[in-house]
């Protein structure tokens, strides 16, 4: 196709198993920004389930290379042929540059910027300075000509494969930022049961909730939100569909014994009732209000650990049909999921062997849980190969 020159062009593809929108776009003017506006060459914007907004990486063809000739000052600092130091400072500028507000604070919307130049040795180019910066500040070059494709190719399949923690976890954030982002993803709720109905009933009047202090673990002092599970005897929905920010926390004492007072701002209704699926809550499950929000069935309140959320978060992105299984019908008092289900699919967390068990039709493949941590895109990567088959 031959593209108009400041004309934008696009092209919308879906991926074929997660079915998030992948836009790449030519000449995409971004007009909107506090500065001056933007118009880098190639912008490909990828969605990612379960988020509400886009993450942008520029592409910038640049026809020119510096071939670190013998004794010139790029040679002596990179050895090799590369992109030009200058090329690599716009790159600078269109991702600091390119923002947007949602009603609060300016935020960086471009994850990475990157100069395409032409040249053709992509594996002596591996060792290249501007090819590890993208590692270290998602800024750096790449080749690209007609028969040197590969680096691309491998690269934009790698950003398609990462979920979004992965990508928030590369981005280069303000000094103090990753703290208070921390903060604010891992805010903790007390899922408390109800299982009488006028006591229902005053918990949503008088904005509070409490429960015996003797029933209290180690640990509930960090709630900072408190939700409702209602048992099946009431006039209610079964499961969980209210939640409120914790205002203050008070003893209180009655006739028939101690109670710790949770009193609320008011209470919200969640997006979805969380269904119970043959489980249940004794006395009060702790969470986190992040879970509680994304959370459509019960036992999705139980992960703890971070292979556990890293797994659900994973199977997410493919389907909202996940099956969980706990080793006791109880949440309070299960200790582990038994198995993950999607599909035709069986996800097994072997702690004692440190492996993840993906089994479907009899047919097992098997990830240590460390690379989970080091490449959670290769093991989503498998996991779509399986559901593909």
């Known amino acids: 196709m031959n593209l108009e020159a400041n004309k934008t062009a696009r092209r919308i593809f879906r991926h ?20 001056v506006s933007q118009i880098p060459d190639t ?33 002596k600092r990179y050895n090799t ?50 090819y590890k910066s993208i590692d270290k500040v998602n800024i750096g070059g790449l080749p690209f000509l007609p028969n040197a494709t590969n680096m691309v190719e491998r690269f934009v399949e790698r950003l398609i494969d990462k979920s979004p923690e992965e990508i928030q976890k590369e981005g280069i954030l303000p000094r103090g930022a990753h703290e208070e982002w921390k903060s604010s993803l891992d805010q903790t709720v007390l899922v408390g049961l109800v299982s009488d109905q006028d006591r229902y009933d005053q918990f949503i009047k008088e904005a509070y909730y409490q429960i015996p202090v003797k029933q209290l673990r180690k640990g509930w002092q960090e709630a900072e939100y408190i939700a409702l599970y209602v048992k099946n005897s009431l006039n209610i929905d079964n499961g969980i569909q209210l939640y409120a920010k914790i205002k203050d926390v008070r003893p209180y004492h009655d006739g028939t014994g101690e109670y710790m007072r949770f009193h609320v701002v008011a209470w919200s209704k969640l997006k979805q009732n969380i269904r119970p699926v043959n489980y249940g809550i004794s006395s009060y499950v702790i969470t986190t209000l992040k879970t509680l929000i994304e959370a459509q069935e019960l036992p999705e309140l139980f992960m703890k650990s971070n292979e556990e959320m890293a797994i659900w978060r994973m199977l997410r992105r493919v389907s909202d049909q996940i099956k969980i299984d706990l080793n006791h019908e109880n949440l309070d008092y ?18 004692q062997e440190s492996v993840i068990r993906f089994i479907q039709n009899n047919a097992e493949e098997a990830v240590s849980i460390d690379q989970l941590e080091k490449n959670p895109s290769g093991v989503f990567k498998k996991l779509m190969e399986m559901l593909q088959q």
């Open 334 to 351: 299960a200790s582990r999921i038994s198995e993950y289900k999607i599909k035709d699919i069986k996800v097994i967390i072997d702690k």
């Open 16 to 35: 074929p198993v997660t079915n998030e929108e992948i836009i790449l776009a030519y000449q995409k003017r971004e007009t909107s920004l506090p500065t």
């Open 43 to 75: 912008m490909l914007s990828i969605e990612k389930k379960g988020k509400d907004y886009k993450y942008h990486y520029i592409f910038d063809a640049k026809y020119r290379i510096d071939y670190a000739q013998e004794d010139s000052f790029y040679q």
């Open 81 to 130: 042929p590369g992109p030009m130091e200058d090329d690599i400072n716009t790159m600078h500028r269109y991702r600091d540059s390119i923002v947007s507000t949602s009603g609060g604070p300016f935020e960086r919307t471009a994850f990475g910027a990157y100069v395409l130049f032409p040249w053709f040795d992509e594996t002596v180019y591996e060792e290249h300075h501007f």
